[in-house]
């Protein structure tokens, strides 16, 4: 009973996003709230906003500013007071509001924020007002653009640039056109189970593993099942509640997640974990917690730890950035429906953990329940838990040194082994023993003169070598062959120049802390062909290592949710329908993209 009490708690999780599903669906910004200006007679500047039924604007949330960020008065009238739940008791408009600007300035920027009733509370949203011209920009806060239905490009707020319909369009709105909600989920589902076997979703196997073999003697294939489902369920709903904070917060939690300093604390966990699993301290839980998770392990309070393991496994190990996530996300905050968005990104975390509930169910009998052998697993799991800190960590190391800790890690796993206490083995497994000592201890020893050569890629320490044997010594692309920029207005003078000399342009969104950046800079960029496919190309780079307002604004105006992306604009400053390239990006993926960018539409 208990364990049947502790899943359908997270399926609770769950159902408290299906009743906003049963709401209508949100409107965007600009059809909830839509804003005018006029000229009084009396000199003064009248702002409008027609308000939609069931949607709400916030009195205490109006402002403006002028060029030099001073602030501007805005004269309001007395709202309706409501008690709202996540600001208390407050004014807000419904149907109709307006604010006079005496003595107004010539540029404006105005922001406000609204709710809809009992649903979403949109971001808050800035808008320029020219009152020379009379004019409003579209929003720079938050998605704007309506979902796209044809080729036509949409055009940025404020930039002088496109994107292309399909760079906004995400996968979530092609699902729902061709099929609705069911082929909604079932594609996301798909998705995830594709990405469960990329290194991205590497760590939950020695995680699940790890919780495995603390069962001992009760673990069997159905307590493997029982544990394994808690895990993926509660991970999953992690990543729904994520994109339900994103859309709320109006946060990119992506970047937020993937920064130096958390990063850095992830790596950490994971040394500490590998450290615990070699035995040299082990990790306890306050006694009240560890009373309550694991007291009573055959009545489920494991599986209540599984839970709990699955939701901070989210967490710590973060969602990367995929073109599955980037699209839910974006639909999310494009549209703010965040019932389908979230559902999706539940969906998609399912998908990852099939593998996972397949895993530990045949594991349930396949594992060894005591013994010297059981304490070799778990040495084992302290391998992979320190290869994956080595591996999150990368970002933050130099270039010059990434080869140095693989180095290491390999020659000390060769190492353990062959030593008298560690794989060795006199029955079926001594081959497989023995061959992966020779193997991790010949690839480590590979990697030090990798690394006395200056190389920077695991996969091939060797590279220098190779290229210096080369006799192309330019094919190579290199990070100093990007022009940088970090705003909308560079990006738009940079196109102009691109433009004036008819050249494409590729801008590829990147930061320090990403690690799929460091492959694509390592494994793909470097390769001849892809080389050979970007020529003629005009090659920018937005580093997002640092969110500020001007990069953050840049990132919003493309409908970039984060890197590693790569975007084709054609000579006419215009987004190439159909070579947006999010996630996982291949050598074959860039140069076909390449190829359709400088064939697109002059």
Partial sequence: MRKASLLALVWVLIAAILPARALEAPLPMDEAFVPGIARQDDGRLAITWTIADGYY??????????????????QTEPGTVKDDPGFGTTEVYYQKASARIANAPPLIRLTYQGCQDGGLCYPPTTRTIDTAAMTISKPVGGFAFAPAKDARP???????FSIAADGGETAVDRLMTGGGFALLLAGFLGFGLLLAFTPCVFPMYP???????REGEGLTARRGFMLASAYVLALASAFGLLGIVAAWSGQNLQIVMQSPVAVGVVAALFVLLALSSFGLFHIKLPAVIGNRLSGGRHKGGSVAAAALLGLSSAFLIGPCVTAPLAGALLYIARTGDIAVGALALFALGLGK????????TIGGKALPRAGAWMERVRHVFGFAFLGTAIWLATPLVPERFVLLPWAVFSLAFGIYAVAPDGLRSTGGYGVLTRL???VSLIWGSLLLVGFGLGASDPLTPLGPLKRAASVDQTAAIQKSDFTKVGSAGALSRLLDTAASGRQPTLVYVTAGWCVTCRTIERSVLTKPDVAASLDGIRLVSLDVSTLDAENGALMRSL??????TMIFFN???EEAPGTRLV???????????ARMAKGSAQ
């Fill in 571 to 573: 000579r006419s400053k």
């Fill in 353 to 360: 953990g099939i593998p996972l509930i397949i895993m530990a």
């Fill in 207 to 213: 995680i699940v593993a790890a919780m495995l073999t």
């Fill in 583 to 593: 996630g996982e990006i291949t050598a074959g993926s860039l140069a076909e993209a």
């Fill in 436 to 438: 992966t000592a020779v």
């Fill in 559 to 564: 409908a970039v949710v984060g890197p590693p």
């Fill in 57 to 74: 604007l916030y009195r205490d949330f109006l402002a403006a500013e002028d060029e030099g960020n001073r602030p501007i008065t805005l």
């Fill in 154 to 160: 949409v055009e940025a707020p404020d930039t002088g």
